[in-house]
């Protein structure tokens, strides 16, 4: 495989033993279209284990979790719990009136 990738522009080759976040996103992005084998999804199982079987060369290594189950975001928003805990949005528009400089407004120096 790493023969056949490795001339085509665009296309890096990473080890998942020496996986580089700065590689697989660079910049902070995560839209980078990954190809794992089916080879290298059993190596970071046995790297980094799974939820139900621990990993079996990192001791005391556990994967986080999930901080949210429902990542729906518009379904969130839309729920009646986020509607309730919202106030209700301000209808009256103030409008300022811009301050003018009497020193360089006559007609603002004369109401003085």
């Known amino acids: 495989i790493s023969r056949a ?3 085509i522009p665009g296309v890096t080759l990473i080890s998942v033993d020496r996986l580089n ?3 697989i996103a660079p910049g902070g992005h995560v839209g980078r279209f990954l190809i794992w084998t089916q080879s290298a999804l059993k190596r970071l199982d046995g790297l980094y284990g799974t ?3 621990p990993s079996s060369e990192k001791t005391d290594f556990n994967l986080p979790m999930a901080k949210m189950t429902c990542t729906d975001l518009s379904k969130i928003l839309q729920s009646a ?3 309730a ?3 209700a949005p301000k209808k009256g528009i103030k409008r300022r009136s ?3 400089n009497p020193l360089k407004n006559i007609r603002v120096m004369l109401k003085l």
Do not use: P, S
């Open 51 to 53: 939820w139900r079987k």
């Open 21 to 23: 976040l700065l590689k």
């Open 81 to 83: 719990e986020v509607k």
């Open 5 to 7: 990738f490795r001339n």
């Open 85 to 87: 805990a919202l106030r």
């Open 98 to 100: 811009v301050k003018k």
